[in-house]
Nanobody, 122 residues
Framework: VQLQASGGGLVQTGGSLRLSCAASGRTFNSYTLGWFRQAPGKEREFVARIIWSGGSTYYTDSVKGRFTISRDVAKNMLYLQMNSLKPEDTAVYFC????????????????WGQGTLVTVSS
């Protein structure tokens, strides 16, 4: 499994960005795909996840109502639409894949992309 994240950049507070993650190497019908982030000096934290088959989503509380995770099954693409961005959203964002139905525990995710930096200026 290969994951390639892109779409990060510099944005002002209140702005929007859409992250993309190209997934390849197998079909993902029995996988959960997610987004995690790691801010400078902090632990990596869960952001959102989607069950590839069916599309069920789950978010961490701090992004609910602002971020939307989605996927394009035909293109094997994972997305994270981020609106109303705040300085505390500044982090390197990673896409990850886990076998089966998984939640927010990073240890459950076996495959990781290289990360894309999101910087939100105040």
């Amino acid at each position: 499994v290969q994951l390639q994240a892109s779409g990060g950049g510099l944005v002002q507070t209140g702005g929007s960005l859409r992250l993309s993650c190209a997934a390849s190497g197998r079909t993902f019908n029995s996988y959960t795909l997610g987004w995690f982030r790691q801010a400078p000096g902090k632990e990596r934290e869960f952001v959102a996840r989607i069950i590839w088959s069916g599309g069920s989503t789950y978010y961490t509380d701090s992004v609910k109502g602002r971020f939307t995770i989605s996927r394009d099954v035909a293109k094997n693409m994972l997305y994270l639409q981020m609106n109303s961005l705040k300085p505390e959203d500044t982090a390197v964002y990673f896409c990850a894949a886990a076998i089966g139905i998984q939640g927010y525990t990073s240890n459950a995710y076996r495959y990781w992309g290289q990360g894309t930096l999101v910087t939100v200026s105040s």
